[in-house]
């Protein structure tokens, strides 16, 4: 069974999670299945990818519930890990990841936004870590992520009492980093992905890279691993032509990263 959908245009790629009879909800099938697509993805040469949910109810809903009610404790933190490797491949993703957020974005599904660099949610979104309900506690890396997004206060809020927001309280949290109006996500998403897109491939890696890599680094590390990746900038064909071009000593050109 086939539940994301790839989809490419020009240098941007779309993986739409579509398990809409359960919500978009995150069976391990279906993690298998987002990890192979992002392989695919990257074999692609996309310079910017979005990941959104499949009609307008959800993003995704959270784990599989029902996979995981009979679970042992080794069979649940097998599953933890697997979620977890997915949600870091694509924290690592080499190009920019968007989540374009519709609907519910509830404990994974919300872990998985998380793990998203940009996140950009409908009037619609609703957000929220109910897995204290369900007497569990989310799994794929989401508390670190939401402490880091939120500070751990209102992190401990959230995820304590499985209270669930609406995408304007989540903007005023900066759970997320745009609000959109209901059935415009995709057409600012895809505008998103093009803005950065047109941009030299090469520096928005770097930048990606840098963002990441340097994330619980001490300062003095960080500064290092900017310079370094500026420096690594210098000599591309695309740094060149784009100088050029600002100095008026040559055409601007498309970037092609290298
Ligand atoms: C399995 C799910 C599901 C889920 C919804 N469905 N969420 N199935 N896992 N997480 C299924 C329902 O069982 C139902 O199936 C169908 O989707 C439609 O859902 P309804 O509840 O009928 O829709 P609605 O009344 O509109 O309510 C939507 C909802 C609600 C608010 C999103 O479905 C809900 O509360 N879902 C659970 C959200 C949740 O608790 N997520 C956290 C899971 S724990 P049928 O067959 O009846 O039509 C988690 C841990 C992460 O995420 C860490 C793991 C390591």
Redesign the pocket.
């Known amino acids: 069974m086939s539940y994301i959908h790839i989809t490419e245009r020009g240098y941007v790629a779309t993986l739409t999670i579509d398990r809409r009879?359960?919500?978009n909800?995150?069976n391990s099938d279906l993690l298998t299945e987002l990890s192979e697509s992002l392989d695919k993805v990257r074999c692609g040469g996309a310079r910017a990818l979005i990941i959104t949910g499949a009609g307008e109810?959800?993003f995704a809903?959270?784990?599989?519930?029902?996979?995981?009610r009979e679970f042992s404790p080794a069979q649940?933190e097998e599953?933890?890990k697997h979620?977890n490797a997915v949600m870091r491949s694509i924290e690592l993703f080499e190009v920019p990841v968007i989540a374009a957020i519709g609907g519910?974005a509830?404990?994974?599904?919300c872990?998985l936004a998380l793990s998203c660099d940009i996140r950009l949610a409908s009037e619609n979104a609703a957000f929220g870590f109910?897995?204290v309900?369900?007497g569990?506690i989310?799994?794929?890396g989401?508390l670190q992520r939401l402490t880091r997004a939120i500070g751990v206060n209102r992190a401990a809020l959230l995820a304590c009492t499985g209270d669930r927001i609406h995408a304007k309280r989540a903007l005023e949290l900066r759970l997320i980093d745009e609000l959109c109006a209901q059935g415009e996500l995709m057409e600012r998403a895809d505008a998103l992905a093009d803005r950065i897109a047109r941009n030299a491939p090469l520096a928005v890696r770097a930048i990606k890279r840098v963002l990441r890599d340097c994330e619980g680094t001490p300062y003095a590390g960080t500064i290092c691993a900017e310079a370094s990746a500026f420096g690594g900038c210098f000599g591309t064909e695309d740094q060149l032509s784009a100088m050029g071009a600002f100095l008026k000593l040559n055409e601007k050109r498309p970037f092609v990263g290298r």
């Open positions: 009879e359960a919500m909800a995150l109810k959800a809903a959270g784990a599989d519930i029902a996979e995981m649940a599953y933890s979620g519910y509830l404990g994974g599904g872990e109910p897995e309900t369900l569990v989310p799994g794929f989401g």
